[in-house]
């Protein structure tokens, strides 16, 4: 008899047609769905994943093992010195030192590709190194750039080339071809002198 109410609300709910359970989005361990995986992949923003959306999530996360299986194989590959499958602490003390010196290597390629803009930029005199004047006027733009990204980020807004030291909308350089006069001797157009 005290089973009675569980039934009847069960079969209330079935005849009203109320799903018991959903199986439209993954869930986390709590019964909520995931923020991460619906920012990502609910398209239509109504807070569950539907079939296509599932299949998104689904396809990106079977990639995302794929990756790491080829990672791993690559791996023991390279750095199972004795074959047995898996790596060793000091097999695996190799791989980081490995991963170590390529993150340093990125890292001083991207640190040598900025300055060799900044030379590009900033040597007027073209002699590969940066006077005094010449570092200023980087530091200078620099801090320019800086002060106009906190103040875009504190009004929330665009940012415009005054800012950054750039001509504004109105001044800018009109093409070539629109400031044309007649010569009235020879008849022939010319461009005008600014």
Known sequence: MKNIPYRLILC????????????????????QVSASILKKYDLNHDGTLDDNERAAWQAARQKQREVREARRAADLARYDANHNGKLDSAERDLRKADADKGRQVREGEVATA???????????????????????????????RKAAGESRRAAG?????????????????????????????????SAATP
């Open 114 to 144: 900025a300055e060799a803009r900044k030379l590009v930029r900033y040597d007027k005199n073209r002699n590969g190194v940066l006077d005094e004047d010449e570092l200023a006027a980087a530091n200078a733009d620099a801090e320019k």
């Open 157 to 189: 807004g665009a940012i415009s080339l005054a800012d950054v030291g750039g001509k504004p909308a109105g001044d800018a350089a009109k093409p070539a071809g629109d400031s044309v006069r007649r010569d009235e001797d020879a008849g022939n157009a």
């Open 12 to 31: 209330a709910a079935a005849l009203a047609g109320l799903p018991l359970f959903s199986v439209a989005a993954p869930v986390a361990g709590d019964g």
